[in-house]
């Protein structure tokens, strides 16, 4: 069973275009997060929703929305890509609270390519 | 300010050498909270390890242990005779009075040659 899934894998794109990633967790989780790892690989977190409200959300142009619609799912919508777009994007999850319940566990990642 | 300082960019050893990962954080939280993860060459994160920060007791899971010190501000990972399949980027992550908030260090990678 996959705890945080992701889709899609890939994602190839023209610049200008609007896509789409969508991140579902299966561990009933009340936290959700969306990070951007860079091409060396550094890894900065974006968004985070605890029970569908922003608790987190970064210094991220305006052109990325994420978008909970339950506890379990959390999308991401990037309008007008841009070259530096181009990056792996990470969606987490973690029960909220401490104790051990901050521990976050990640998707398998898509890899966004805008040409 | 929360900051995690992986020095090491990249450490080559020969398959059964012992390898340490130096983390070094900051952070002005009197609690707060560590972790390691592993990125192995297929992309994927890969939880290790957390620590609180009261709890300074080293950790041993096989062949991965976790030296903690609060004196230097570091938790070390070390992995005794190293195989191939722990080829991969380490990342040392800290999370303090937001604790939904993570800082990842710049990752270490590791290369075990055979």
């Known amino acids: 069973d996959t705890a945080v899934s992701q889709t899609p894998k890939y994602l190839v794109t023209q610049m200008g275009n609007d896509k789409s990633i969508k991140c579902e967790q299966n561990l009933g989780h009340d936290t959700m997060y969306w990070y951007k790892q860079d091409s060396k690989k550094f890894l900065k977190i974006m968004f985070s929703y605890n029970n569908k409200e922003l608790i987190i959300n970064e210094t991220v142009p305006n052109r990325f929305s994420p978008k909970s619609p339950d506890k379990a799912h959390l999308n991401l919508h990037i309008n007008s890509l841009e070259l530096g777009d181009s990056a792996v994007y990470f969606c987490a999850s973690s029960q909220g609270g401490t104790g051990g319940k901050e521990t976050q566990y990640f998707g398998p990642g898509t890899r966004l390519l805008v040409l | 300010a929360q900051k995690v300082t992986q020095a090491q960019t990249e450490i080559s050893v020969v398959e059964k050498e012992d390898v340490t990962l130096d983390c070094v954080y900051e952070?002005?939280?009197?609690?707060?909270?560590l972790f390691w993860y592993k990125q192995p060459p297929s992309g994927e994160l890969v939880f290790l390890i957390r620590r609180n920060s009261f709890d300074e007791q080293n950790e041993i899971s096989g062949r991965y242990s976790w030296n903690f010190q609060k004196s230097t501000s570091s938790f070390n990972f070390t992995i005794t005779a190293s195989q191939v399949v722990d080829s991969a980027v380490y990342f040392c992550?800290?999370?303090?009075?937001?604790?939904?908030?993570?800082?990842f260090g710049s990752g270490t990678k590791l290369n075990v040659k055979p």
């Open positions: 992550a800290l999370s303090g009075y937001n604790f939904n908030k993570f800082y």
């Open positions: 952070t002005r939280d009197t609690t707060y909270y």
